[in-house]
């Protein structure tokens, strides 16, 4: 029983610094020692579980590997068959979910992105509602607003490429045009946690796509707190000049849900206008041999090219696999 | 190897009293000792088939849970992706599938609810095919007429809550309203498997609500066995005054597959007319300080109160967490 | 680490015919020593991703089972909810999918029938893609063109009821209608990997059934280099007449597919109307006291009656049981 036991990691801003330190030091450790008994005993026989909302590839597959790793179980569960309660339908509340599920597992996480909610906000909100009634940690795998467990990955990728010493680095999150109109979940978790981690922020997109205030707000908040540069433009090259750390990924405009719905295609059609914005060589070359980062699925063609997606300086997969890491170190600080 | 390896667990009518009490009491220390070593390698390295006709959410995840604590895995599947022969559809038969999965699992779990079949009835009699042409224990994970680890969980709370001498209690089983058309099968297992533990046996409803013959037959008869009163009344008072357990429940009309195919619209609106058949506070003065109890999901707000869902005297986490322990009991008997 | 390790299994004919002896002697000593430490911890901690395009009954359980009986689990992933690009869809690459799977996985098995590619051959081709961009060995599941892991079961159930030495042996692969107008995948697996194994290979089938050419010509010539006899006939009793080994199963014309997408209906009409290509007793006379072999599910009363393939020489069961041990002993030989 550690000190953080109980506790839920439904964002990262709701943990101490210091901890989610501890959390990349635990899961870099598991990563040099993957099988070792101290880490493969730790859920045996327990179960965590799985709540898909929406599906997903690498938070599915890094999850389940993750509990497997650690001698358990994940189950996998989508809560479109489970009769539950919504604003439209009759069924079972979070109260009685929860409650039996705590009974069962050892944690419970839980994936909701914005086409399967009301309102942007709702999914964090429903997320603190399962927390409310759950006794045993909950966990984002993604939701409407944070993404913890990607932002953490990339936060162990950076370590490793660029040094413990994050503190300085440039980082600029790019907006790419592309087919797929991408949530906020994983780019807001970048703003917060890179900033946190006393980085310098640049943000770059076409006018129209601006994100959260409040996330926007809190990245700024974090960037004067430790004397770093925050820039917002809509000008490429004084985002890619001499930056560290490249993250060229699609979002959708703040509007995207304006009536009501998601307009998909409405979204796909704006974003591919902007020939431009895609993340490439040339660009690349305007970095001070930066790495390139990604949350996957990328895009290619649209967000980024080839030539950079599989180049030297991509460092996707390795980030990819810290999903497991990460993942697996939240669970052993939380779970037991 | 046990005397009841290899048995099946289709109703609890099948078994000996004494084997349930057994079980019961094997469940009970698995409770207590929940990964002890005496139960983590009962199913070390084993399957069991989980085969769902019908989705559900406590089956599924208190089944599988189980299967990972006793050291194995279930597998989730779904007969619609299995290209079954069917009334209407060519395929593989109940023979060759029961065969095949007797050489990879160690037991097999069904699920088939009414609205899988042509006629009530028809669920139990597949679940007995299965039996047949299967060398593996075959369990009913709920079927059309019975539930019994529902059954088995709810005596299981009763023990815990009221004592173990469940001889002389009065169980109150009441119809409640509800959006949801709810199957027989848990309140007849409770109407079956509460009188062979000798209880008086209440049951409450409007007009029309009628359950199987057979089963209201079977029940009485147990009653008189063991020397208990039996009653069917429309009455809520009679029903609820002196009673020592309140099961709250909505369930379909005998009419509701009149039509060929279940008439879920019409019953809901049928049932949704009986404002008054709601379990709430005052009526649950009139018992003798009853415990609340349900299979879940409850449909608060229709079947129940959230004050009586909710209160003190309501056991249906700890009941619903019994699914896993009782479960775990039968596997342990009869697998191996 | 044995010489195979890290080797794919999407064709047999990839393989050396000693590595796949090798393959069914370590198998048929997994079925006698099913839980032995030797083989329980195998994939211990561990993860098989199973990518099913299509769905399956014996693949999914076998295999799940398989890596259960290992150590390790078995993940059921289905391409469909992976967002993953085809022609048609924007998505992630193959090259992506593979990479962040090695990071995560032992291995990764790919199921991809006729149905969900645009061509013959091109399952085939996306498994060798996938095993391009895997670190991690790569094990088809069933594809358009074979079916390794049916083939080796039907050997290792051959090896059982004929004995060790099936050189010489006569196999008659015959044609039956059915309801299901199935896959070449099974039996063309059969084709290339009897003829290796020695057998006098006959095919029978009424006319335009004819099979993939390249895959006749090679079961031709492993005939003509073991010095065995080749038949292609359409009649059925020059087919039986002295075999060892009767393999009756419906497959599709080769122009299933000419109108772009498959025409299930056109093949099922125009298969039910020979009536007599039925595997019966009466024909099962005419063998040298036949094995019954089919890869199952068995569409009983079109491709074979009930009383040859529930009869005593109907080792169909076994077979089934098999793919079981050969994919524990393909896991365990590409693998660790």
């Known amino acids: 029983?550690?000190?953080?036991?109980?506790?839920?990691?439904?964002?990262?801003?709701?943990?101490?610094?210091?901890?989610?330190?501890?959390?990349?030091?635990l899961a870099e450790d598991m990563q040099k020692n993957r099988y070792h008994k101290k880490y493969t005993e730790v859920l045996k026989y327990k179960t965590f579980m799985m709540f898909f909302y929406n599906p997903s590839v690498r938070t599915r597959q890094s999850f389940e590997t993750a509990a497997t790793e650690l001698g358990g179980h994940?189950?996998?569960?989508?809560?479109?068959?489970?009769?539950l309660k919504t604003a439209k339908t009759a069924g079972e509340t979070v109260e009685d979910a929860a409650n039996v599920m705590s009974r069962y597992g050892a944690?419970?996480?839980?994936?909701?992105?914005?086409?399967?909610?009301?309102a942007y906000g709702e999914g964090e909100k429903l997320l603190r509602e399962y927390a409310h009634y759950s006794s045993i940690p909950v966990m984002s795998m993604a939701h409407d607003k944070f993404h913890p467990m990607q932002g953490l990955a990339d936060i162990m990728g950076l370590r490793k490429h660029l040094g413990k010493k994050l503190e300085g680095k440039t980082f600029t999150l790019v907006w790419g045009k592309g087919a797929l109109a991408r949530s906020w979940s994983s780019i807001q978790e970048a703003l917060v946690l890179y900033s946190r981690f006393g980085m310098n922020v640049r943000i770059a997109s076409p006018e129209g796509y601006d994100l959260d205030p409040e996330v926007i707000d809190y990245t700024k908040s974090q960037c004067e707190k430790n004397g770093k540069k925050f820039l917002i433009t809509h000008d490429q090259k004084e985002a890619y000049e001499g930056s560290n750390i490249i993250y060229s990924r699609n979002w959708m405009t703040p509007n995207a849900y304006a009536n009501?719905?998601?307009?998909?295609?409405?979204?796909i059609e704006k974003s591919l206008k902007y020939n431009d914005w895609i993340c490439d060589m040339e660009k690349m070359?305007?970095?001070?041999?930066?790495?390139?980062?990604?949350?996957?699925?990328?895009?290619?063609?649209?967000?980024?090219?080839?030539?950079?997606?599989?180049?030297k300086r991509s460092i996707i997969y390795d980030i990819a696999e810290n999903r497991l890491h990460v993942q697996k170190a939240a669970m052993m600080m939380t779970m037991v």
Chains 1, 2, 3 share one sequence.
């Open 1 to 25: 029983m550690g000190k953080l036991t109980g506790k839920d990691l439904i964002t990262t801003i709701d943990w101490e610094k210091d901890d989610l330190i501890k959390l990349l030091e």
């Open 74 to 83: 994940a189950q996998f569960l989508e809560p479109k068959s489970m009769r």
């Open 107 to 118: 944690g419970l996480g839980i994936r909701i992105l914005e086409d399967q909610i009301s």
């Open 260 to 267: 009501g719905s998601l307009d998909k295609q409405g979204e």
């Open 285 to 311: 070359k305007l970095t001070d041999d930066a790495v390139f980062v990604h949350p996957m699925p990328v895009d290619r063609g649209n967000e980024v090219t080839d030539e950079v997606a599989s180049g």
